[in-house]
Each structure stands twice: as structure tokens, then as C-alpha cells.
């Protein structure tokens, strides 16, 4: 004879449920009121920091890039070169240099930043930086203070400049 069974549905178990709970209150811990402890609001909190959280991180990266462009565009103007002129000969001139490490150099390196504005002035290099290097290129600059010279050796098999020495 045929049986007629009724399937039963199945339930979370309540480790899985504790497991879950678990989790939500460890994202919404720290938060006030019932936010951090009272399950159907915890969710709520917890899902809209998780938005704001992956917002931010978008807005990071796009805040970032405006501050590394305004410090290379101040110093570019320290040194009489408008930033999308400096900009498009870096590019020119084959220099691979990323924002932020241009605003690094433009803060510590000022040397190494004023050495890249003053080829930026010039006309582009055919065949780019390591044309210029290529005679152990030497620079004068100066300085408010005093003259002075650096030579920079370039690294042949990286292609970067591996260090900057007073001549």
C-alpha cells in the first residue's frame, strides 16, 4: 500500500541560528542603543554600515587621488610648470611614475622632483628617460641657498633611479 508522507520543513538549527546571530551582533558591537544588541534592529545597523563601509572605500581611493594631484600641482607650480603640462611630458618623455609616488617625491625628494619639472620644460625625449640618463645625466639646480649639482645613477636593470649623489 502506498503511504502518504507529509514532508516536514525544516528548521535552522539553533547553532546555525546562534552562528548567524553571532555574527550580526560582532559587526554591530560598539554601537549605541539597541542597535548593538537587539537582533531585527542589529540587522538593520549592520547592513547599512556595510554599505557605508564599501561607499567609503570608493571614497577613499577617489580622495586620495585628489590629494596626491593637488601636492604634484603645487609643486609643479613651486617650479614655474602648469600641472597638466608636467603631466602630459611625463607621459611624453615614457616617465611611468604613478601619482602617488609623484607626490611622495614632490614632498620628500624635492631634488628628484625638481630634476623631473626641469625635464618636463624641456622638449620630449625621443626614446624617454633612459636616453637621458644614459650619460649619467647631471643636472644643475638651484636652490634659494646655494648651487649645487646631483647626478643620478640610473639602475639598468630596473630601469629607476637607484640613487641621487651631490657632485
Known amino acids: 500500500p ?5 514532508m516536514v520543513r525544516a528548521r535552522t538549527s539553533h547553532a546555525a541560528r ?4 553571532a555574527r550580526i551582533f560582532a559587526i554591530t558591537k560598539g554601537f549605541r542603543g539597541r542597535r548593538n544588541n537587539c537582533y531585527s534592529l542589529a540587522v538593520r545597523a549592520a547592513h547599512r ?3 557605508n563601509a564599501y561607499i567609503g572605500r570608493k571614497l577613499k581611493k577617489r580622495d586620495m587621488r585628489r590629494l596626491w594631484i593637488q601636492r604634484i600641482n603645487y ?7 602648469p600641472y597638466a603640462e608636467f603631466m602630459n611630458r611625463m607621459v ?13 617625491l614632490a ?17 620630449p625625449l625621443s626614446a624617454g628617460l633612459l636616453d637621458a640618463l644614459e650619460d649619467e645625466y647631471s643636472q644643475t639646480l638651484q636652490s634659494p641657498d646655494t648651487l649645487y649639482q646631483t647626478k643620478a645613477i640610473l639602475d639598468r636593470t630596473t630601469g629607476r633611479i637607484a ?3 651631490p657632485v
Open 75 to 81: 609643486g609643479t607650480k613651486e617650479h614655474g610648470v
Open 18 to 21: 546562534t552562528l548567524r546571530k
Open 2 to 6: 502506498a503511504v502518504n508522507r507529509i
Open 163 to 165: 640613487m641621487e649623489t
Open 107 to 123: 614632498i620628500h625628494e624635492p631634488r628628484s622632483f625638481q630634476a623631473l619639472t626641469e625635464l618636463a620644460k624641456r622638449e
Open 49 to 51: 554600515s556595510l554599505q
Open 92 to 104: 611624453q618623455n615614457n616617465i611611468k611614475l604613478n601619482r602617488k609616488v609623484l607626490s611622495e
